[in-house]
């Protein structure tokens, strides 16, 4: 039996220049649905399940040179679904770069502003480990021993060997979800603490690159990764300019959550929260599982603090 992820992902919410183009955008890009809308949010994702709350508020796109967000991916359930997906993206001429990790297939573009989206199949079962390339590059290498860098070029004839006529059409999957989040952090260091202290488990480091990637005790060991390639000691993303707001950690025992707390004693309880701050200026809510999560799982929410 496969070990699970002891911490999983609820929705991501992004403050946005137009609210309902953005829903618009994921609605004809993926096929996500508009689950329900609040004021200036709107909820999108699957049948199941929102992914996304889209904000309003932004006035500007999203602003280079900060910490915060580097990217949301999405996760697939199957290679079917991910083949699907490109062929939806090739069909609408949108702007894409597929690229392969080894470890996973990728599908990065931007939302219409300008914030990063991945689609990501995991593939752990082609992937064996790392070791230093030249410079301060990694080399990947693959479980049949082939060696290549972190990422280069997909082969879309593969990926295509799984489509279906007409798939494209089909709404988003059930089984798609928030997979992991990359984040852009002003100390490599101290956020590396930081997110170990939630009870992530380091399972790459490599300050030369100024990168690191978190696992969660399943297979797929990246599900938050953090560079400082913005810039070291880079503020948060400023208000009115498009950026997370926050996003959901969901922690599958009350004793994961009780250890976090306790490796975090400034987290201040309001009301069914509980918050505290990383080093880069993120804000996260610690809470009980909504309605609808199995009963023994909690949640923790981060916020990016505004400026």
Do not use: C
């Not at 992004?14 to 689950?35: I, K, S």
């Not at 300008?114 to 080399?139: A, S, W, Y």
């Amino acid at each position: 039996m496969v070990d699970q992820d002891f911490i999983t992902f609820g929705p991501v919410h992004l403050e946005v220049r137009d609210p309902e183009r953005t829903a618009r955008f994921w609605q004809e890009l993926a096929g996500f649905e508009r689950r329900a809308s609040d004021g200036g949010s709107i909820e999108v994702g699957t049948a199941e399940e929102t992914l996304l709350v889209l904000h309003g508020g932004a006035r500007t796109p999203y602003l280079q040179g900060h910490s915060g967000l580097y990217h949301v991916a999405i996760h697939p359930p199957n290679e079917r679904d991910f083949a699907r997906l490109l062929k939806r993206f090739m069909d609408l001429r949108y702007r894409i770069h597929p690229t392969d990790h080894t470890f996973s297939k990728s599908i990065y573009l931007d939302d219409p502003d300008g914030i990063n989206i991945e689609f990501t199949l995991e593939t752990p079962e082609r992937f064996r480990g790392v070791k230093p390339g030249v410079g301060n590059r990694l080399v990947f290498i693959g479980t049949d021993g082939s060696e290549r860098p972190g990422a280069f070029a997909l082969d879309l004839e593969q990926v295509f060997r799984a489509y279906e006529v007409g798939s494209e059409k089909e709404p988003a999957a059930k089984g798609t979800k928030v997979g992991h989040i990359h984040l852009y952090v002003g100390d490599l260091e101290k956020a590396r603490d930081f997110y170990q202290s939630l009870g992530m488990e380091l399972a790459r480091w490599w300050p030369p690159m100024q990168v690191a990637d978190f696992g969660a005790g399943g297979p797929f060991k990246h599900r938050i990764a953090i560079n400082t390639w913005q810039g070291l000691g880079a503020p948060p993303s400023p208000a009115g300019s498009a950026r997370m707001r926050h996003f959901e950690m969901r922690f599958d025992t009350p004793g994961r959550l009780q250890a976090a707390l306790a490796a975090n004693p400034p987290a201040v309880e309001n009301g069914d929260f509980y918050e505290i701050t990383d080093p880069s200026g993120i804000k996260l809510r610690l809470a009980k599982a909504p309605t609808g999560q199995h009963d023994t799982k909690q949640v923790a929410m981060s916020e990016t603090i505004t400026t």
